[in-house]
């Protein structure tokens, strides 16, 4: 057993220990009557003081730069700044800021290693504007693309990459940013491009060609050869034909996977929703969630950015807006949804810990919860989200024109329609309607 308090009676284990009244003693800074952390200090003097110890410097003094980062830090709640700085990565990062210069900025953390230490506390300085907000998806990726295509040995192909990357994804990634933030997958969309052209370009290179000398046999040979991943280099080559880089070949377009993954049963959709709607031993957030997945074929993308002011409650009942109008969503779902945005309870590890505008918050300070985290909380129900929302998606596309669709579930009239086409919707030639007026 191992000793983690002794008292009058002997020693005591962990759990025994915090159990025990003699385990509360008064804080010898604050007066505070609570179980001690550590030379008579409750957590709440303990954690700034650690804090500061971790940000001096060798002759103990606190650069005036780092200041507002430790303000910052120090507003975080005191248990989870203690297990934070108990690690040794954000001892590390804390002491490289101690022994820097100059201010903490986006480049300053980017310089260093990743790590989910260096995530959490730009999240803290950004949720207290020490830091400006920034897209962190497109971020990443940049910082990707730069280490990565340093990589490629040839000087002529590099550069040929570079300009492919900028000017397709780069681009219009940095377009979207302006409007809604690039979601992880956007992100990986174009590092698998990248990643093909490189590949692609390595293949012609050791059978003794190149991009500008290839031809529709070489290609297909590719194509043939790589499989399903063979799409992945499509954008590449279409841009590279359209500058002249290579001559014009034929890629066959990606495929899409819609409706391909479902529920077997006919009937496991309401088996679930049943049990969400009414086990009240699960977590409302997840019930919540897998609600809204089943029922309403929401994507987990989206459903973790879900905000709470899109929650009406009316006379008539409870709506909940998921695209260009809200939808009455009927009882007990209702009650949860209104429960969840009253009792939501942030997690944020460092800096400001509120719920901020997210029905489901996450464990950064100012952000929601990752789609990746919400998606692996639905997967320990046994609930496997894309399979759910295809299976609904289709039920629903079924019942009500495209039009309707695309207005209540925040879908495009194009994918709308194309679900309405799956499930054999006979109101399709309604729908193209609607497609068309919009484009007139």
């Not at 900025?105 to 730009?122: G, Q």
Request: one cysteine or more.
């Amino acid at each position: 057993m191992r000793v983690y308090g002794r008292i009058d009676a002997g020693p005591l284990c962990t759990v025994c220990y915090r159990k025990h009244p003699s385990s509360r003693r008064h804080c010898v800074q604050c007066g505070t009557h609570q179980r001690l952390h550590h030379f008579g200090l409750c957590a709440a003097c303990a954690a700034p003081r650690q804090l500061h110890a971790a940000l001096t410097n060798p002759s103990g003094d606190l650069r005036p730069e780092l200041e507002p980062l430790f303000s910052a830090l120090a507003d975080s709640k005191a248990s989870s700044l203690l297990l934070w700085l108990s690690h040794q990565r954000p001892k590390q990062i804390l002491r490289t800021l101690a022994e820097g210069t100059g201010p903490v900025t986006h480049a300053t953390l980017d310089e260093m290693p990743e790590s989910k230490a260096v995530t959490y506390l730009r999240a803290a300085l950004v949720a207290t504007d020490v830091l400006p907000a920034r897209d962190e998806q497109l971020a990443s990726l940049e910082r990707w693309m730069s280490v990565f295509l340093q990589q490629v040995g040839d000087r002529q192909e590099r550069a040929l990459i570079s300009r492919f990357a900028t000017w397709v994804h780069l681009r219009r990634l940095r377009s979207r940013a302006r409007r809604r933030p690039v979601t992880h997958g956007q992100c990986q969309t174009a590092r698998h491009d990248i990643y093909a052209a490189v590949a692609l370009q390595r293949w012609l290179r050791q059978r003794g060609s190149s991009l500008a000398t290839c031809d529709q046999a070489q290609i297909d040979e590719w194509l043939a050869q790589t499989g399903r991943k063979h799409t992945q280099a499509r954008s590449f080559l279409m841009w590279s034909a359209a500058r002249g880089h290579s001559p014009a070949v034929h890629v066959p377009p990606r495929g899409t996977s819609r409706g391909t993954e479902r529920l077997v049963e006919e009937d496991e959709r309401w088996k679930i929703s049943k049990r969400l709607l009414h086990d009240a031993d699960l977590a409302l957030t997840d019930r919540v969630a897998g609600c809204l997945v089943v029922l309403y074929g929401q994507p987990v993308s989206r459903l973790a950015q879900l905000t709470t002011d899109r929650i009406f409650a009316e006379a008539g009942g409870v709506q909940l807006q998921l695209g260009s109008r809200p939808v009455e969503i009927p009882e007990p779902l209702g009650s949860m949804l209104l429960e969840l945005a009253r009792s939501r309870q942030p997690f944020a590890v460092l800096g400001q810990n509120d719920q901020g505008p997210w029905l489901f918050p996450g464990g950064r300070a100012g952000q929601a919860m990752t789609a990746s985290h919400l998606t692996v909380r639905l997967n320990r129900l046994g609930i496997r989200a894309r399979a759910s929302r295809n299976t609904a998606l289709l039920d629903l596309a079924a019942q009500i024109p495209a039009s309707v669709l695309s207005d209540v579930l925040g879908i495009s009239i194009t994918c709308a329609v194309a679900w309405s086409h799956d499930a054999g919707n006979t109101r399709l030639g309604y729908a193209a309607e609607v497609a068309r007026r919009k484009f007139l």
